[in-house]
């Protein structure tokens, strides 16, 4: 981190008491959602966005009805700190935070640009495992305590609402885990976010660890207890409903699941499992409008350049596409056999039925019925049929397979007359004529007609042979 301009700060003389009011309570069983996809997130190796995307996300995470937007770490560069200041200025609704190491610097930095925000947060966070104290601060245990004390006073000079987190507390002696958060919510933190740093816990550990705190930490009740969990075991998402179940209200995630390394909780299954299993997370909620979260989804990924796997839970694009005939066949029967929630509750139209392979002959008259083919069931049998074999030649089939496997059949199936012959002549000075050999059951028919056109000869020559009205030809059958 070497800064190439200086970031404006404000003065560290600043001393009085922070002017806005204390953050207010939040009722016991709403989960805090703080989004951190412009900062941790943003930390996912090619993420980075320039400032106007970072407004772009800010001000789309702000309709999605996020709690709270950390929205960089000021101290890390000046660009940092205008896009940071650039949200606390304009973005409403959202507590706005930065980031800031437990050092006089950082915390100005920070407290510098979030001032301007309605609803400012400082988030100071310092170490305190055993393999950072030794390896990473060179610090012993008291010098930590003390640390984080001073950096949670002086940034409640400025802020009323400071969120500290001892990082890497998975891995921090437990007791002593319990005594920096005592004290650092004696000092004034109003929130103690856990994180899980290098994604190293179990969800049932992780839960205890949140149970701990709950019950040992005797001035707990006055702090937020709040959890940010990173991916590293593909357990991110596990260990924040953990710590929800065991008393955790506030739940630090990412759109997309974006973050460090791989990544932290996508906000997306954090929110939607609540949502979904109230009845495990009794009657637990979250303030987010879901219809926003594919949306949100779609943009961070196109500002980050960052694609999202296809099967991803609730914003790949197959988290509600069917494609095993048995699936599709109780979907079209009733959706609850194998949707949990609805694509409407994410913002998504509707469930796709793929065909493909997999697909059974139910979904498959259903698509060809949607496509205008209305077949009865010998020719659905046999479109079926054709409709495997292309599976086995083709990864995807599009609608326009299944319309060619319905045309082809339709002609096949009704080859009453056939053409032999056909030859016009037409000229700037000739009477367009048409000349046209059938033949049908075995026999030839012939005859000629003139026409305005070559097409109009040809079709009163196909008149006077079938005795039917001919026109150009259409797709039979299509409704
Ligand atoms: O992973 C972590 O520990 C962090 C802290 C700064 C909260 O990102
Ligand atoms: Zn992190």
Partial sequence: MSPQKKVETVPATAAAPAPEAAPAPQPADRVVIFDTTLRDGEQSPGA????????????????????????????????????????ADEVEGPIVAGLARSLEKDILAAAGAVKNAKRPRIHVFLATSAIHREFKLRKAKDEIVRQAVAAVKMAKQHCQDIEFSPEDASRTEPEFLCEVVEATIAAGATTVNIPDTVGFAMP??????????????????????SVHC??????????????????????????NGLGERAGNAALE????????????????F?????????????????????HVQRNKAIVGENAFAHESGVHQDGMLKERTTYEIMTPADVGLEQSSLVLGKHSGRHAFGERLKALGYTLNDAELAEAFERFKVLCDKKKTVYDADLAAI????????????????????SGNRAVPTATVCLRKDQKRYQDAAI?????????AAINRITGVKTSLRRPPKRT
């Fill in 48 to 87: 980075s966005m320039n400032r106007d995307e970072k407004l772009q996300v800010a001000r789309a995470l702000a309709r999605l009805n996020v709690d709270v937007i950390e929205a960089g770490f000021p101290i890390a560069s000046p660009g940092d700190f205008d896009a940071v200041k650039a949200i």
């Fill in 204 to 225: 049932e550990q992780f839960g205890s660890l949140i149970h701990i705190l709950k019950t040992k930490v005797p001035n707990i009740a006055q702090a937020v207890i």
């Fill in 230 to 255: 990173h991916n590293d075991l593909g357990l991110a998402v596990a260990n924040s409903l953990a710590a929800v179940k065991n008393g955790a209200r506030q739940v630090e995630c990412t759109i």
């Fill in 269 to 284: 299954e954090i929110v939607m499992a609540i949502r979904t299993r109230t009845d495990y997370f009794a009657g637990l």
């Fill in 286 to 306: 979250t303030g987010i409008d879901t219809r926003r979260i594919v949306p949100t989804s779609r943009l961070v990924s196109k500002l980050t350049g960052i």
């Fill in 406 to 425: 319905a045309e082809d059949l339709f002609e096949a199936a009704a080859p009453v007359w056939q053409l032999e012959l056909l030859q016009v002549a």
């Fill in 451 to 459: 026409g305005d056109g070559p097409i109009a000869a040809l079709s």
